[in-house]
Each structure stands twice: as C-alpha cells, then as structure tokens.
C-alpha cells in the first residue's frame, strides 16, 4: 500500500495558540487530500476535501477560518488549528489520494490536547 | 444518499472462534464498499474492498466479506479470531460524486479473549 506520514505524532498545546498538521504522500502524487476528525471513542467525521492547488472545501460545521488546509503540492498538505481550543482536542487524520485510485490510504493520526 | 450502519457497536469473541462484524448499507445504485481496521492509537489500515467484481471479497488476515445485494449488506467474517485481531473496525462506503468521499461507520470494536 501507499505510504502516508503524518507530523507530529501527538502535540500537546495551550489554549490560544496554533498547532500546524503536516501529512506527506511519501511515494505516490496526491491530488486529493482529505482530512478527518476523531473523537474518543466515536467514528471518523470529514471536515474538509482539497485538491492540488485550490481552496478547500470544508463540511458542514466546520469553521474554514479555524482549521485552515494548505494542498500547496501533490506531496505535502497542512491543517492549522488555529486559537486552539480545548475542545479542539481529538485525533486528525489525513487521507490523501492519487487521480483515479479508489482505494483511500490514511495517514498514522495526529493527537491534539489542548489544556 | 449513500451510508453504512454498523449494527454492532461491540464484539466479543473467544480466540480461535468465528468473527462477524455486521454492515448494512443504503445507496441507489451498486456502491463500493471498503473495510478497515484500526488498533490503538494507530492509524487505519484498508482490510478488504468491493467494487463490483466478485461478490466474496478475500483480505488481508484472513479476513472476507460477502457483498449480498438483496440483503443490502456487506458482512465481515474470519473464521478463527487471533489475540491481534482485536481493534475498531469501520465499515465504508463511497458517495460517489464530487470527490468521491468516503462515508464512515460508527465502527466495531472486536475483543478478543482467551
């Protein structure tokens, strides 16, 4: 399968501040990149779809102001939280996907606590 | 529109016993449909996809899934659990369209006993 990583693996943050979400494609193009939200114990929720170069397009309820997404190439796209909130706290995941792939591979997670 | 139901939150099986993991889906056409598993703080990994070819689907860990339209299910079966078998397991389905995203499950989540 495709190899996906993800930086960092856990980051621990005050509230206020801004947690930058690094996920790279490591030997296929991404052309797509999806980014979920998981919450303990509950399923994976997408909160925004971008592809190469353009603006993303985020889901109901998510605040595009606050989860800023950057697909600046077809390896590397970033999530920001922005004014990081406790109850921001949960577990990121990225999935990027190549042109014409079905199958979706998804990055390691990335776990956010927000004090 | 397109989505799955898992009809069991939790699973609990014996090791060496048979595995289910049940999955309902709703779509108006023939979907494809994936499952994946995630252990403990880990990432998911892609256990098995339907896509319109055969209808019993082999994966990795000896783990298949009969794809049965009139039932409109997409069950998840091993035939003997292993001790690392233990994890969530979601079931997925494509809303075609746009990107293509995926719809997720609210997932199963498999112990496994001695």
């Known amino acids: 399968g495709a190899v996906v990583s993800q930086h960092p693996s856990w980051v621990i943050c005050k509230s206020g501040t801004s947690v930058k979400i690094e996920c790279r494609s490591l030997d296929f193009q991404a052309t797509t990149m999806f980014w979920y939200r998981q919450f303990p114990k509950q399923s994976l929720m997408l909160m925004a779809t971008?592809?190469?170069?353009?603006?993303?397009?985020?889901e109901q309820g998510v605040e595009k102001d606050k989860f800023l997404i950057n697909h600046a190439s077809l390896t590397l796209s970033t999530l920001t939280v922005t004014s990081a909130h406790p109850e921001d706290s949960s577990f990121y995941i990225c999935?990027?996907?190549?042109?014409?792939?079905?199958?979706?591979?998804f990055g390691p997670g990335t776990r956010l606590l927000v004090l | 529109a397109q989505s799955v139901t898992q009809l069991d939150s939790h699973v609990s099986v014996s090791e060496g016993t048979p595995v289910l993991l049940r999955c309902n889906y709703s779509s108006s056409y023939s979907p494809s449909l994936f499952w994946y598993v995630q252990h403990p703080n880990k990432g998911l990994q892609l256990l098995l996809k339907?896509?319109?070819?055969?209808?019993l689907v082999k994966g990795i860990n000896g783990f298949e899934a009969e794809f049965k339209k009139s039932e409109t299910s997409f069950h998840l079966t091993k035939p003997s659990a292993h001790m690392s078998d233990a994890a969530e397991y979601f079931c997925v389905v494509i809303l075609s369209g746009g990107y293509n995203k995926l719809i997720f499950g609210a997932g199963t989540r498999l112990a496994v006993h001695p």
């Open positions: 971008s592809n190469e170069g353009s603006k993303a397009t985020y």
């Open positions: 999935s990027p996907r190549a042109t014409g792939w079905e199958t979706q591979y």
């Open positions: 339907y896509t319109s070819a055969a209808t």
